[in-house]
């Protein structure tokens, strides 16, 4: 009996074709016959059966094998083996057991020198071959596989007979062969070399060189790499006359099954390094040998192998990264260096069992005796390795499981393994992350691909392109091949179709390379929730975020959600980006992978499934930016809500993410920016502008001036866009509240102003109070006092009504100060210090510091330093443990003004210059003029009058700028003080009657003090 599976299944009985086999029973006999002598388990057999197997698979597959043992003649050993099926067979008894076993005959030939037996046993070998591996049968899953490692062992074979025909000068014969081959398979490197080299030797010089040519433009275009350098070695001795010998090197004992190192191959040093290091034990265990009566090497005992993981994205480089190493270390493993791609990516890994047989044939086991099942043949694999001497490569691992059977047993061998997985169930195996490619070596891997002239030319778009490609080696390799394809492009004409994001994945294709292949590997692995995740997380815009986004895109609990997440991380579809200053994880997408996931959910998900989940991840940030807002203001407090629905986390994922809401809001800073854009693009008015309000003061705490000016400046839009009159009021009264900051006074009461009228159109009393109180303070600040006061006393109702105990300190410290300024401390300390006892009812410690503070300058102001030096360093201390900048530098100006006092004008002079430095840090001119007017203080008192003018100067500029006509007031009757104490009495008169006009017009206390200098110099 005899079997054929090279070409259409076939089985002989006596010479004769005596068996008709078709359908399901054909595809169970060609999966058989590929893996002859091997169990081949039913899920193999039944993903080869079916694309999407039915319910009834398992009985179907039983009903084919009872018709197939029918079928065959008696004596056919067609075994059930646990859950699989075991087709044994004799030696010759099927064509690929007897196409192996003449092959490695004829390999051993030629190592010997007998070329012409050689020739003539890869001639019999090669006729074997009817067709293509099952021919006319259709096969599926991992069997396709299969069928290509079978095509793949003849074309080696055609080209190990390529070189023996060439020993035997058959240069005709081997050009025709090698054409024929070339046609089907191009890119084969090995078979362009034989075919320049047979060329060569034939005597067309023109034609080798002509042949050299068109193996690089084939490399350039499909793969974008440049040819080996045992082809540039050939060319260049063609060029120069030369030709290798005409008889082959003999070939290095043991056997090499690495894939041809990159030849530009760039950068990756240290990990090199790394690698290099790990296998060095087995290196110096398999070469160090010492002279009888040696001293032995001190090396480090071990009876391990060594074992190194490359793990990373996809695309990365960690096949190209593992090659290159295993070349490196080639010589070190004389025994042989075995590879095999392992496809753990794909939804059908390479079973072990079927690795294990590949393995042991390339160790020259026969086919006829590799034994079935797993267990046995792992015995047998590490009996062939032991006190060996290999490098063992395994490309896309899925998992430990599939790896434990193919690790070597003893310390001579090492292995090197790359995977998508971090895979840290590996005993003792030292594992190397590797991360996107540094921009200084994409950019040298560029100039490789396109040629360092053209890199030169166009530096900024070559920058550019390396930005867009994210750091990752397949893209920018893609996107070198391009240019190399097309030298008439520009640079720039690339960088401008990868700028568009929506199809820079399109881009990003070439030949059979593309970006998105390998990430639709990682995609199709996960299981059907994950794979849902990675779709939704792509709608987001936040660079990075935390597992609570995840619980709200699917609407599940966050546990749930966070298992999903690392099931991402895992395939490194995600990436972890750090930690908060919670101790939070965060991640992050590349934005290579985050386009291919927002193609994915467009593709799977409806545009109410899109909506709906992106409406519940921009409501979670609505609810833990509340909740961040409350635990800062102490309540629900100085600030207007809407009707927006609200998806919130677990009470616990809550409290653990916004306990500390300045830590908060220092993580999600950039997210929410993002969140209300997101929300205005959807229309949800409602919920645009109650995110921004919420994180004001948040912002305004940490003085994330950009993002409150970004989240309002949006969210006014999306209002006025959707006629929502009370957002529209809200997010003006918050705009006002900045330029209030930034010392823009104008600004801020025109949008009072528009916000005022807008609140009352809304008839919301308590919006309408918000605005009055800041209205009140814009006024406060400019002085005019009896104005602020009058719109204290109406916000007053509107915010008891509310129950808003927040803007209640607010009002009562406003309305303490204001006294203060006039010089009527007894009537500012009840309001200050009723102020402080509600806010420390209330947990506002930034209200409670603030009113603190003006308790401070009233004690400084009656003289009592000590009293006020205690307010201010205990303000101080809060708002440094906070992270208030404003606060701090408020509170450390207070202490400097003490200390001056105190006349310690040393500790003056660095409290003053903390202070400088925090204001000149968030850009507040007013509280900079305020530190300034202490300095000049400062310089008058150490008699350094012209820098004491030159500092007062620069208040009032900066108090007229603002204005600030208090302050201006103050800083011209200090100027005149200064004035006086340097002899220039003029000019000292001069500068109070101007300090005089400005305190009148502002009721300030400080006019009659002015009053009475200007008349007794006068007199």
Same mark, same amino acid.
């Given at each position: 009996?005899?079997?054929?599976?090279?070409?259409?299944?076939?089985?002989?009985?006596?010479?004769?074709?005596?068996?008709?086999?078709?359908?399901?029973?054909?595809?169970?006999?060609?999966?058989?016959?590929?893996?002859?002598?091997?169990?081949?388990?039913?899920?193999?057999?039944?993903?080869?059966?079916?694309?999407?197997?039915?319910?009834?698979?398992?009985?179907?597959?039983?009903?084919?094998?009872?018709?197939?043992?029918?079928?065959?003649?008696?004596?056919?050993?067609?075994?059930?083996?646990?859950?699989?099926?075991?087709?044994?067979?004799?030696?010759?008894?099927?064509?690929?057991?007897?196409?192996?076993?003449?092959?490695?005959?004829?390999?051993?030939?030629?190592?010997?020198?007998?070329?012409?037996?050689?020739?003539?046993?890869?001639?019999?070998?090669?006729?074997?071959?009817?067709?293509?591996?099952?021919?006319?049968?259709?096969?599926?899953?991992?069997?396709?596989?299969?069928?290509?490692?079978?095509?793949?062992?003849?074309?080696?074979?055609?080209?190990?007979?390529?070189?023996?025909?060439?020993?035997?000068?058959?240069?005709?014969?081997?050009?025709?062969?090698?054409?024929?081959?070339?046609?089907?398979?191009?890119?084969?490197?090995?078979?362009?070399?034989?075919?320049?080299?047979?060329?060569?030797?034939?005597?067309?010089?023109?034609?080798?060189?002509?042949?050299?040519?068109?193996?690089?433009?084939?490399?350039?275009?499909?793969?974008?790499?440049?040819?080996?350098?045992?082809?540039?070695?050939?060319?260049?001795?063609?060029?120069?006359?030369?030709?290798?010998?005409?008889?082959?090197?003999?070939?290095?004992?043991?056997?090499?099954?690495?894939?041809?190192?990159?030849?530009?191959?760039?950068?990756?040093?240290?990990?090199?390094?790394?690698?290099?290091?790990?296998?060095?034990?087995?290196?110096?265990?398999?070469?160090?040998?010492?002279?009888?009566?040696?001293?032995?090497?001190?090396?480090?005992?071990?009876?391990?192998?060594?074992?190194?993981?490359?793990?990373?994205?996809?695309?990365?480089?960690?096949?190209?990264?593992?090659?290159?190493?295993?070349?490196?270390?080639?010589?070190?493993?004389?025994?042989?260096?075995?590879?095999?791609?392992?496809?753990?990516?794909?939804?059908?890994?390479?079973?072990?069992?079927?690795?294990?047989?590949?393995?042991?044939?390339?160790?020259?086991?026969?086919?006829?005796?590799?034994?079935?099942?797993?267990?046995?043949?792992?015995?047998?694999?590490?009996?062939?390795?032991?006190?060996?001497?290999?490098?063992?490569?395994?490309?896309?691992?899925?998992?430990?499981?599939?790896?434990?059977?193919?690790?070597?047993?003893?310390?001579?061998?090492?292995?090197?393994?790359?995977?998508?997985?971090?895979?840290?169930?590996?005993?003792?195996?030292?594992?190397?992350?590797?991360?996107?490619?540094?921009?200084?070596?994409?950019?040298?891997?560029?100039?490789?691909?396109?040629?360092?002239?053209?890199?030169?030319?166009?530096?900024?778009?070559?920058?550019?392109?390396?930005?867009?490609?994210?750091?990752?080696?397949?893209?920018?390799?893609?996107?070198?091949?391009?240019?190399?394809?097309?030298?008439?492009?520009?640079?720039?004409?690339?960088?401008?179709?990868?700028?568009?994001?929506?199809?820079?994945?399109?881009?990003?294709?070439?030949?059979?390379?593309?970006?998105?292949?390998?990430?639709?590997?990682?995609?199709?692995?996960?299981?059907?929730?994950?794979?849902?995740?990675?779709?939704?997380?792509?709608?987001?815009?936040?660079?990075?975020?935390?597992?609570?986004?995840?619980?709200?895109?699917?609407?599940?609990?966050?546990?749930?959600?966070?298992?999903?997440?690392?099931?991402?991380?895992?395939?490194?579809?995600?990436?972890?980006?750090?930690?908060?200053?919670?101790?939070?994880?965060?991640?992050?997408?590349?934005?290579?992978?985050?386009?291919?996931?927002?193609?994915?959910?467009? !593709?799977?998900? @409806?545009? +109410?499934? &899109?909506?709906? %989940?992106?409406?519940?991840?921009?409501? $979670?940030? #609505?609810? /833990?930016? =509340?909740?961040?807002?409350?635990?800062?203001?102490?309540?629900?407090?100085?600030?207007?809500?809407?009707?927006?629905?609200?998806?919130?986390?677990?009470?616990?994922?809550?409290?653990?993410?916004?306990?500390?809401?300045?830590?908060?809001?220092?993580?999600?800073?950039?997210?929410?920016?993002?969140?209300?854009?997101?929300?205005?693009?959807?229309?949800?008015?409602?919920?645009?502008?109650?995110?921004?309000?919420?994180?004001?003061?948040?912002?305004?705490?940490?003085?994330?001036?950009?993002?409150?000016?970004?989240?309002?400046?949006?969210?006014?839009?999306? !209002?006025?866009? @959707?006629? +929502?009159? &009370?957002?529209? %009021?809200?997010?003006?009264?918050?705009? $006002?509240? #900045?330029? /209030?900051? =930034?010392?823009?006074?104008?600004?801020?009461?025109?949008?009072?102003?528009?916000?005022?009228?807008?609140?009352?159109?809304?008839?919301?009393?308590?919006?309408?109070?918000?605005?009055?109180?800041?209205?009140?303070?814009?006024?406060?600040?400019?002085?005019?006092?009896?104005?602020?006061?009058?719109?204290?006393?109406?916000?007053?109702?509107?915010?008891?009504?509310?129950?808003?105990?927040?803007?209640?300190?607010?009002?009562?410290?406003?309305?303490?100060?204001?006294?203060?300024?006039?010089?009527?401390?007894?009537?500012?300390?009840?309001?200050?210090?009723? !102020?402080?006892?509600?806010?420390?009812?209330?947990?506002?410690?930034?209200?409670?510091?603030?009113?603190?503070?003006?308790?401070?300058?009233?004690?400084?102001?009656?003289?009592?330093?000590?009293?006020?030096?205690?307010?201010?360093?205990?303000?101080?201390?809060?708002?440094?443990?906070?992270?208030?900048?404003?606060?701090?530098?408020?509170?450390?100006?207070?202490?400097?003004?003490?200390?001056?006092?105190?006349?310690?004008?040393?500790?003056?002079?660095?409290?003053?210059?903390?202070?400088?430095?925090?204001?000149?840090?968030?850009?507040?001119?007013?509280?900079?003029?305020?530190?300034?007017?202490?300095?000049?203080?400062?310089?008058?008192?150490?008699?350094?009058?012209?820098?004491?003018?030159?500092?007062?100067?620069?208040?009032?500029?900066?108090?007229?700028?603002?204005?600030?006509?208090?302050?201006?007031?103050?800083?011209?009757?200090?100027?005149?003080?200064?004035?006086?104490?340097?002899?220039?009495?003029?000019?000292?008169?001069?500068?109070?009657?101007?300090?005089?006009?400005?305190?009148?017009?502002?009721?300030?206390?400080?006019?009659?003090?002015?009053?009475?200098?200007?008349?007794?110099?006068?007199?």
């Amino acid at each position: 009996m005899f079997f054929g599976i090279l070409g259409p299944v076939c089985v002989r009985l006596d010479g004769r074709q005596s068996i008709e086999l078709s359908g399901k029973p054909s595809v169970v006999l060609a999966s058989l016959l590929l893996n002859v002598n091997t169990t081949v388990s039913r899920d193999r057999l039944i993903a080869a059966l079916w694309e999407n197997a039915p319910h009834s698979a398992v009985s179907n597959l039983q009903t084919y094998v009872a018709r197939l043992r029918k079928a065959l003649p008696a004596g056919t050993r067609l075994l059930t083996k646990g859950s699989g099926y075991l087709l044994q067979a004799g030696a010759d008894e099927v064509d690929l057991l007897i196409f192996d076993q003449e092959v490695r005959q004829a390999r051993l030939e030629a190592e010997r020198g007998e070329a012409g037996a050689a020739a003539e046993r890869f001639e019999r070998a090669l006729a074997l071959w009817r067709g293509q591996p099952a021919e006319g049968t259709p096969l599926g899953g991992d069997l396709l596989a299969r069928v290509a490692e079978v095509e793949e062992r003849r074309t080696e074979t055609l080209l190990d007979y390529a070189e023996v025909k060439l020993v035997l000068g058959a240069h005709k014969e081997i050009i025709d062969d090698l054409h024929h081959l070339l046609a089907e398979q191009p890119l084969r490197e090995k078979a362009w070399y034989l075919l320049m080299l047979a060329h060569a030797r034939a005597g067309q010089r023109d034609k080798a060189l002509d042949t050299y040519r068109r193996a690089r433009d084939v490399l350039v275009e499909e793969l974008g790499v440049e040819p080996s350098k045992d082809l540039q070695d050939l060319q260049s001795m063609i060029l120069g006359g030369g030709l290798p010998p005409v008889a082959p090197e003999p070939r290095a004992r043991g056997i090499c099954q690495l894939p041809p190192d990159i030849a530009d191959f760039v950068g990756r040093q240290g990990e090199l390094a790394t690698a290099l290091e790990t296998l060095g034990p087995a290196r110096q265990r398999a070469t160090t040998s010492e002279p009888a009566g040696a001293e032995p090497a001190r090396i480090p005992p071990t009876l391990t192998v060594p074992l190194c993981v490359i793990s990373g994205q996809g695309g990365v480089g960690k096949t190209a990264l593992a090659i290159h190493i295993a070349h490196h270390a080639r010589h070190d493993f004389p025994d042989g260096q075995l590879y095999i791609n392992l496809r753990g990516g794909e939804n059908r890994p390479t079973d072990p069992e079927e690795a294990l047989g590949r393995f042991l044939r390339a160790l020259e086991v026969d086919s006829a005796t590799v034994p079935a099942g797993l267990d046995q043949r792992a015995e047998l694999y590490r009996g062939k390795l032991a006190n060996g001497r290999y490098l063992v490569v395994l490309d896309d691992a899925a998992d430990e499981g599939q790896l434990y059977p193919l690790l070597p047993g003893t310390p001579g061998c090492a292995v090197l393994i790359t995977s998508r997985h971090r895979l840290t169930g590996l005993p003792a195996a030292r594992m190397i992350d590797l991360p996107m490619m540094p921009s200084g070596e994409a950019l040298e891997l560029l100039r490789h691909l396109i040629g360092a002239d053209r890199a030169a030319e166009a530096s900024g778009d070559a920058d550019t392109l390396v930005q867009l490609c994210g750091g990752l080696p397949l893209a920018v390799r893609i996107a070198g091949a391009k240019l190399a394809a097309r030298p008439h492009w520009g640079l720039d004409q690339l960088v401008t179709r990868l700028s568009d994001t929506r199809s820079r994945l399109r881009q990003l294709s070439h030949g059979s390379q593309a970006v998105r292949a390998s990430l639709a590997v990682g995609y199709q692995g996960l299981t059907s929730p994950a794979r849902r995740l990675f779709r939704l997380l792509g709608l987001l815009e936040a660079q990075d975020f935390a597992a609570w986004t995840a619980a709200a895109l699917l609407d599940m609990p966050h546990a749930e959600a966070e298992d999903l997440i690392e099931q991402l991380v895992d395939v490194r579809l995600l990436d972890v980006a750090g930690h908060d200053p919670s101790g939070q994880a965060r991640f992050r997408f590349h934005d290579l992978t985050r386009a291919y996931a927002r193609e994915c959910a467009e !593709a799977e998900e @409806s545009d +109410n499934e &899109r909506i709906a %989940a992106l409406r519940r991840a921009l409501s $979670a940030w #609505l609810a /833990l930016t =509340r909740q961040a807002h409350v635990r800062l203001c102490g309540g629900h407090y100085r600030l207007p809500y809407g009707r927006s629905p609200l998806w919130s986390p677990d009470p616990e994922i809550v409290e653990r993410h916004v306990r500390d809401p300045l830590a908060w809001v220092e993580a999600e800073r950039a997210g929410i920016v993002t969140a209300v854009g997101q929300s205005a693009a959807l229309g949800a008015d409602e919920l645009c502008w109650e995110l921004a309000s919420s994180a004001m003061h948040l912002f305004e705490t940490r003085s994330f001036y950009d993002e409150w000016r970004a989240t309002h400046e949006t969210a006014l839009l999306c !209002a006025r866009t @959707s006629g +929502n009159v &009370r957002g529209q %009021a809200t997010v003006l009264n918050g705009l $006002a509240g #900045l330029f /209030l900051a =930034r010392d823009d006074m104008q600004r801020s009461g025109e949008a009072l102003e528009e916000a005022l009228g807008l609140f009352e159109k809304a008839e919301d009393r308590h919006g309408h109070a918000l605005v009055l109180v800041n209205l009140a303070e814009l006024h406060r600040l400019e002085g005019r006092y009896a104005q602020a006061l009058e719109l204290y006393e109406q916000a007053t109702e509107g915010v008891a009504r509310a129950g808003d105990h927040g803007t209640e300190i607010a009002i009562m410290r406003g309305i303490g100060h204001i006294h203060f300024n006039q010089g009527r401390y007894d009537l500012a300390g009840p309001y200050l210090r009723r !102020a402080v006892r509600l806010a420390d009812d209330t947990g506002d410690v930034r209200s409670r510091e603030f009113a603190r503070i003006i308790l401070g300058e009233i004690e400084l102001a009656r003289g009592d330093s000590a009293a006020a030096e205690a307010g201010f360093s205990q303000a101080m201390s809060y708002f440094d443990t906070l992270g208030f900048p404003r606060g701090t530098a408020y509170a450390t100006l207070g202490l400097a003004s003490a200390r001056l006092a105190q006349h310690d004008l040393v500790d003056a002079e660095r409290l003053l210059q903390r202070a400088l430095a925090i204001y000149d840090n968030v850009g507040e001119s007013l509280g900079r003029a305020r530190v300034l007017f202490a300095r000049a203080e400062l310089r008058r008192l150490q008699g350094r009058f012209d820098e004491a003018v030159a500092t007062l100067t620069e208040v009032i500029e900066i108090c007229q700028a603002i204005p600030a006509p208090r302050r201006h007031g103050l800083a011209l009757r200090a100027l005149g003080d200064v004035h006086r104490e340097a002899g220039d009495l003029p000019a000292a008169v001069d500068a109070w009657r101007r300090s005089l006009a400005i305190l009148e017009a502002t009721s300030s206390s400080e006019a009659g003090q002015v009053a009475a200098l200007i008349k007794q110099h006068l007199l």
